[in-house]
């Protein structure tokens, strides 16, 4: 479990772990640090990695190895794929957000080094140490952009002058970050032509949500939830806004519609997709995401249910920080996760009530100053 | 001029002098110290940089200035660029060689963090610095690998499903060097998408051959020649094994076909690129090469010629060190340089018999060991 310190990692790794997995946790804390770089903070009050192993020990009487360090550096890598000698590698170990790659030229070089690099060892570290390991890689639906076309999982088949391929789906990325991620599709694409790697790349969702069962289990287990501009994905960020007064800061005309889903389904989409692994030399790829949502939809979800709760919920259309089509065409297939036995929880108005009531809990601990957007696509609108 | 001292670096960069513009060249010695790494040398005898710049003042009473630095070193970039004020970029700077990036883990991420970063940092120069200034890139036929259909230049019309948009191509590439090509068409597509750069990702065929006008006015101002596994270009090295009597070393069943170019054409292509820029906002693709060739034909036309000359040749169909499609089809348009007034040179027998005739000027300089393929794609073959 690279990156399992995360929003996404550390749950993953409790219900892997849960499910009877032997389980062990890679991470170099680059979540935290970014945090505390931009002046934010998680709104759930996580504890230090140690803290939670014991916790985790405790309260399940299992234990989780961890390794600290970074997986650009390779020796480090290739230390932890030879003691643990891993059948899967679910790999969340990335800078995980569009805003930050696009802050300035510093963060976006950054952001693809720090990307393609550790995705590249990992490849490295798998054909010569571990061959037969299953890589599971965490992309992302905004690998595809919006396209004009309906977005299929992964590979398109193309019909041209009277021959025809099946080929990667071509990618129109929307930031520095996305754009990493698809030079690590290419790159796991290549590894498994060419090397005879399994992967499984999972094109995901915008996720939302807070809880998962092995959160529930004790408060010391919680993950952690970001709201601010630049980790805090749309919903999340909105509710907050929602429960301390701040304006919904909706960008542009608000029809920016993508694929969403909660975070318990990542965890499951994740145990799937290491069930059923792919084949020797197969990419296989999934879109991981259950409901296809404008921003404006969920806008109006939020404040809602905000108002029956007795919160004023104001929505604000601002000028969009970011260049993308704000009103588009979206039409993603996501059907080979529900094959394998996806059963969605989709977001129900019950779902953002109980999201908000637990923010309320926290209210305290919210910092007002990082929810503004200010990270411009292009800086010379400024 | 970034790599302006390479194979096509030089002699573009004397090309585009002798055509009247004022040209920088920017290189950091990469190639030179590759070689060094290799054990190789280039067949030419070339002379160190600053050199070549005073015979080239001598010969045209022109001058040329250059810097010495890492485009990776965005400090460095920025000065050139600030110092210069570029009205186009012509970008050689990158890690050339695909058997080069597939040695070992270190040299493919050394290939990509370079080719990456680098680029990175040219197109935040131009956004932050030059905005005008149009890119012309150095990009490959190989980011296409062998698909099952005609590949066109760049974009491809997709209908799917009752829909249709034109979509950047997809991309097989067959290395990492290949892949870091791919990376780095996707970040300029993005930069022109969003930060509205104009951009010419010139996709080049292999190229061939040895003089240019330039080149011909006095010795000193000679571009380097690479023969060996990694530097040397198939027909280039195919020339250099008949001039010394090694077989020539085609991989496999030698059906693996190719664009190709002479070195003239290359100059010519890149002159009319800069002539006739992308519109703002724009990335153009050009597929840049003149002909299409199987390997076997170059072997053929390199014995037929070499026997005329008295060479004694023989071809060795060697186990393919790549993973590749050793036969397979293709058909790649390449119309939009001629539309632009391309007058291409074809590869004649005149043109390997002068190649040839170089060559055996200059047979003492020739090492044999570097020649015979040992980097394999699939380490696990050994």
Chains 1, 2 share one sequence.
Not at 75 to 81: D, G, I, K, Q, W
Not at 131 to 142: A, I
Not at 153 to 161: P, S
Not at 179 to 189: E, G, Q, R, T
Request: hydrophobic fraction near 40%; glycine fraction near 8%; include cysteine.
């Amino acid at each position: 479990m690279l990156g399992g310190d995360g929003y996404l990692g550390w749950p993953t790794a409790m219900s892997l772990a849960a499910a009877g997995h032997e389980v062990g946790v890679v991470d170099n804390f680059a979540r935290r640090n970014m945090a505390t770089e931009l002046g934010s903070n998680s709104l759930l009050p996580i504890r230090p990695l140690q803290e939670r192993l014991r916790a985790w020990r405790e309260v399940t009487d299992t234990h989780m190895r961890a390794w600290i360090g970074d997986i650009t550096d390779a020796a480090f890598l290739e230390t932890v794929v030879e003691a643990f000698a891993p059948q899967a590698i679910v790999h969340y170990g990335e800078q995980p957000s569009a805003p930050y790659s696009m802050i300035d030229r510093r963060h976006a070089v950054e952001t693809q080094r720090n990307n393609v690099v550790g995705t590249l060892n990992v490849l490295f570290a798998i054909r010569d140490l571990a061959p037969e390991c299953h890589l599971v890689k965490l992309g992302t639906m905004g690998e595809y952009g919006t396209p004009n076309i309906d977005i299929e999982e992964g590979f398109l088949e193309v019909r041209h002058k009277g021959r025809s391929d099946t080929l990667p789906f071509p990618k129109l990325p929307g930031s520095i970050y996305h754009l990493s991620k698809v030079h690590d599709s290419h790159n796991i694409h290549f590894a498994c032509r060419v090397w005879g790697l399994r992967a499984t790349d999972l094109n995901q969702g915008v996720v939302y949500g807070i809880r998962t069962p092995e959160t529930d289990l004790d408060e010391r287990l919680c993950t952690r939830f970001d709201y601010d501009e630049v980790l805090g994905t749309v919903l999340n960020r909105f509710c907050v806004q929602a429960v301390v007064g701040y304006p919904l800061t909706v960008y542009g005309r608000g029809g920016q519609t993508r694929g969403f889903l909660n975070i318990v389904d990542t965890l499951q989409c994740v145990g799937l997709a290491l069930e059923s692994p792919a084949r020797v030399g197969e990419l296989r790829v999934f879109n991981q995401f259950t409901e296809q949502f404008s921003v404006n939809t969920l806008a109006e979800k939020v404040a809602s249910v905000g108002a029956a709760l007795g919160l004023h919920v104001v929505v604000d259309r601002i000028e969009d920080p970011r260049v993308e089509a704000e009103e588009h065409y979206y039409n993603a297939a996501h059907t080979k996760l529900m094959e394998l036995g996806l059963e969605a929880h989709p977001l129900s108005d019950e779902v953002v009530a109980h999201l908000l009531e637990v923010i309320a809990r926290h209210k305290d601990r919210i910092l007002i100053d990082p929810i503004a957007p200010r990270t411009l696509w292009d800086p010379r609108r400024r």
